[in-house]
C-alpha cells in the first residue's frame, strides 16, 4: 500500500488521544492548536487535508449534478503525496483559489467525451461557489489509502470541518523522540486538556486504520492475522510440491538407473552426471517459467475483479518471480534424491537394484505428509465456509430484509440569506414535507425512518457523570423516533424517543445493554452521561435501554451504543419496503429523489447487500482455501498417480504369476490398493488433531462461532479416501485386468 509515493516512508499523520482510554484521532493540529512545523528541524514539510465521503459535497455541471468524494488540501499536497496530473501544474494549481482538480474518472462521468479543462462547476458544500476545472488528475492507484474524485485548495472557502495534518520528515527524524516533544500540543485546547498527541507512519495505516477515528478518513484497510494465514497456505502448498517433486525425480532416476549406471562405467563421472541433469531441469525450470507467466497474464484480470485491485506488474517481474519460487522448488526437490543416488554403487546400478526390495524410498513419508497438509486445508475450508455461513445468516437482533438506504436531500447552507436563498430554503422544506408524506401513504413502503443504518456508528468520547473515570472512545448512532418499529428494536427498560415530545439535538440518549453493563449503571433516572465535546451542565439523561443487536463484526459480542435522536433533512432514509414490492418500491423512491434533485443520479444500498460487504474478507478467504485445497489435493493426487504407476510396473511380473495360480480381480486391486489407503488413513490421524487445534484458534477469533462437527472430519476423511482410490485404482484395474500372458512377457 502507498508504496508510489517516492517518500512514503517519511510520510506520518497527526494523530490525538483525547484523553488515556479514547482511541487515537486525526487532527488538524495547525487549526486546534496552531502547531508550526518549522519549529522542529526535523519535519521538512507539512500538508492538511480534510476528506468529504460521497454524499457530503455536490458537483454540478449543466444539467448533470454528482455527489463524490473528494479533498479539500493546502497547496504542498503535492509536494508530499505523489499523485499526478495529467493536466496543470503540481507546484502552482493548489495555490489558485479558485481552481478544482478532478481525476479522469470523474472527468469523464461528468463531462463525458468533452474536454473538461476550462469548463466551470458549482460545487455547493457548506458554502456555494464556482471553480474552473484546471487540473486533471489520475485516478489514485488502487494501492492507495486515500481515494477522491476531486482536489479543492484549502483557502478556496470556508470548509465547516477538521482534517488531518500529514508530515514529510528529513534523515534526522526519530519518531519516538518527536512524539515527546509534541505529546503535550493539545493541552492549550480545552477540549484536550488531559489528550496526548502522536504520529503514525502512512505505510503503517493500513493495518491500523481501525484504531483512527475518523475511520472513513482511508478508504481502505488490510488485516495482518489473513496475511499470515496466507503465507501458511502458500507455506504447504510449497512443501507438498516439494515433496511431489522428489519422490518423481527418484522415480525417474529408478527408471534409467542402468542408463546411468553404463555412463559411469563408460567414463563419466559426478560432475558430468549432475551437469547433465542441471540441463534437463533447467530446461523444465524454462518451459514452466513460460507456461506460468503465460497463465498469469490470463488469470490476472480475474483476480484484480476478485480482489478488487488493478495489479498490472511488469513483465520481468512476473518472470523474475516465476524464476525465483521454481528454482527454489527445484533445488529443494533434488537435494534428497541426489543424495540417495550418488550413494549408490555402480554395480548396484547396473543389477537395477537402487531401490531393494521394490520399495520407493520415501514414499510412505511423502504420501502420508502430503496427505496430511491436504487434510488439513480440507477441514480448514469446511471450517471457513461453515462460519461465513453462520455469520450470514445469524440472527442480529434487528430487521434487516427489504430495507434500502438512500439520500434524498442535500445539505443546505445559508450563512447570509438573500431573498433568493430562502425561496430555495423554503422549497426544500416543502419537498421533504412532501416526500416524508408520500413515504407515509404509498402502498409499498412499510415504514421509514432517519439517520444512520446499524452497522455505521460513528464514535466520540463519553464518560458516566460524577465517575471518577476518564472519557472512553465509544459507538453512537444518530436516529428518528420511527428508527426503533423500522428495525424492531426492543426496549428493556424505559422509552425510545417519541415524536410528539422530544426535540431533537436534546440532551436525550437511548442506549443498550451493553452501555449499561459497562458503565455498572443501576437507575438509568439518576444517571447523566457525559460528551468531551457536546459537555453540556448537567450532560446527557438516559431515556432508555435498548436490547443488545449485532451492529458489529460477528467477531465481536456487542459492544456499547449511545442513540441520540437528530432531526436532519440530509440525514439518510432508511425505508423497509414490504414483501415482495422492493421493485415498485424502488421505482417509487427513485422518482422521489429526481423531482427533489433533478439531473442527479439516484443511489441507494440494501441493508442486507452492506452487511454481506462486512464478511467480504471471510467470503474470499473461504475462496481461496477452497481453490488452493483443490489444488493441494491434484498435486497429491499426481504424485500418489506415479507412484502407483510405478509400483504396478514393478509388480508386473509378480501380478502375472498370482492371477495364473487363479487369483481374483478384486483379490489383485485389494492387494495393490491397500498400502495407498493404509498411508491415506495415517495422514488422516495425523491430520486431525492438528487441523482441530488450527482451527479452534482461528474460531477464537469470533464472538460467535461455528461448531467443529464430527461430520466435518468424517467428510474430510471420506473426500480424501474418494481421491485417493480414484487415483491408485486407475492404474491397479488396468494390471489387474491385463493378460498374464503379456504380462510374464513383459518381464
Known sequence: MDDFHHRGKDIYLMTIQASPESRKEIIDASLFFKF?????????????????????????????????????????FFDIFDFRLVTGDEKTILKDPNAVVLTEDFARKLFGNEDPVG????????????????????????????????????????????GGNFLLVNNNFVKSDFALK???????????????????????IYFDKGSLEPDDFFSKKGDKRSIQVLFIIIGIIFVITVLNFSNLQIISINSTVKNIGIKRISGAGIRQLLYQKFHELSMLIFI??????????????????????KLSPELWKIILLNFSVLSALVIAAIIYPSIVYLRVPIT?????????????????????????????????????VKQLHL??????????????????????????????QMKIWEEVQENYQYVKEELSSHNSVEAYSQGLPPIQPFTMPWKIKNNEGDYVTENALVVTPDYKDLFGLQMVEGRFFRKDTDKDRANLVVINEAAKKYWNIIDISNTRILNKYWEGENGFEIIGVVKDFNYEHLSVKPQPLIMLFFDDIDADFLIKFKEGAGQTGLAFVQQLFSKCNPGETF???????????????????????????????LISATGLFAIALYDTRKRTKEIGVRKVNGAKVSEILTMLNKNFIKWVAVAFLIATPVAYYAMYKWLENFAYKTTLSWWIFALAGLLALVVALLTVSWQSWKAATRNPVEALRYE
Open 288 to 309: 514452466s517459467v513460460v507456461l506460468l507467466t503465460s497463465a498469469f497474464k490470463l488469470v490476472l484480470p480475474w483476480f484484480n475483479h476478485f480482489a478488487g485491485v
Open 603 to 633: 443511489s441507494y444500498t440494501f441493508l442486507s447487500d452492506d452487511i454481506e460487504v462486512l464478511y467480504q474478507k471471510e467470503k474470499r478467504l473461504s475462496q481461496i482455501y477452497i481453490l488452493f485445497t483443490i489444488a493441494a489435493f
Open 391 to 420: 455469520m450470514l445468516t445469524k440472527e442480529l437482533g434487528f430487521e434487516t430484509e427489504n430495507i434500502v438506504r438512500s439520500k434524498l436531500f442535500h445539505r443546505q447552507y445559508f450563512r447570509d440569506p438573500s431573498q433568493e
Open 36 to 76: 508550526d512545523f518549522k519549529k522542529y528541524p526535523e519535519i521538512k514539510n507539512l500538508v492538511g487535508v480534510k476528506k468529504y465521503q460521497k454524499g457530503e459535497v455536490k458537483l454540478t455541471f449543466d444539467e448533470t449534478s454528482l455527489s463524490p468524494e473528494g479533498i479539500i488540501a493546502d497547496s504542498t
Open 348 to 384: 548396484s546400478s547396473l543389477k537395477d537394484q537402487i531401490f531393494r526390495g521394490n520399495k520407493l524410498v520415501g514414499r510412505k513419508a511423502v504420501v502420508i505428509v502430503q496427505f496430511a497438509l491436504s487434510f488439513v486445508l480440507l477441514i480448514a475450508s469446511v471450517v471457513v
Open 182 to 204: 509534541i505529546k503535550d500540543l493539545g493541552h492549550c485546547h480545552p477540549q484536550f486538556k488531559n489528550s496526548r498527541m502522536d504520529v503514525v507512519a502512512l505505510e503503517d
Open 119 to 162: 469548463k466551470m462547476v458549482k460545487i455547493i458544500s457548506n458554502f456555494e461557489k464556482n471553480f474552473e476545472v484546471k487540473g486533471i488528475a489520475e485516478n489514485p492507484p488502487s494501492n492507495s489509502s486515500l481515494t477522491f474524485d476531486f482536489i479543492l485548495a484549502g483557502h478556496s472557502g470556508d470548509f465547516s470541518r477538521s
